[in-house]
């Protein structure tokens, strides 16, 4: 069984950051690409950001150049810093991971989901 939890998610002003993360843990042989999608009220799940077992990252257009996107490998921990915010970016953000367990299956699991609230 494998989990990710995240954190870092809140309310926070226009113009704001904040700083999510995502730690994958349980049986774990490797970890392969991770990645943060959102959901806005109304909205259906979209890509923010995605990184490769070898460090190869991807943006959607509406993140570029406001959102960083790294992993520490030896935690298994992904983190997302998110700068100048929109009411746009207002959703749930959920940590995604394709994980190879022990018994050498490879599965995709998701986070339980952060609340990112941006007030305008």
């Known amino acids: 069984q494998v989990q990710l939890v995240e954190s870092g998610g809140g309310l926070v002003q226009a113009g704001g950051s904040l700083r999510l993360s995502c730690a994958a843990s349980g049986s774990i042989f490797s970890v392969n690409a991770m990645g943060w999608y959102r959901q806005g009220p109304g909205n259906q799940r979209e890509l923010v950001a995605s990184i490769t077992g070898n460090g190869n990252r991807n943006y959607a257009d509406s993140v570029k150049g406001r959102f960083t996107f790294w992993r520490d490998n030896a935690k298994n921990t992904v983190y997302l810093r998110m700068n100048n915010l929109t009411a746009e970016d207002t959703a749930v953000y959920y940590c995604?991971?394709?994980?190879?367990?022990?018994?050498?299956?490879?599965?995709?699991?998701w986070g339980q989901g952060t609340q990112v609230t941006v007030s305008s």
């Open positions: 995604n991971a394709k994980v190879t367990t022990m018994d050498l299956k490879t599965l995709d699991y």
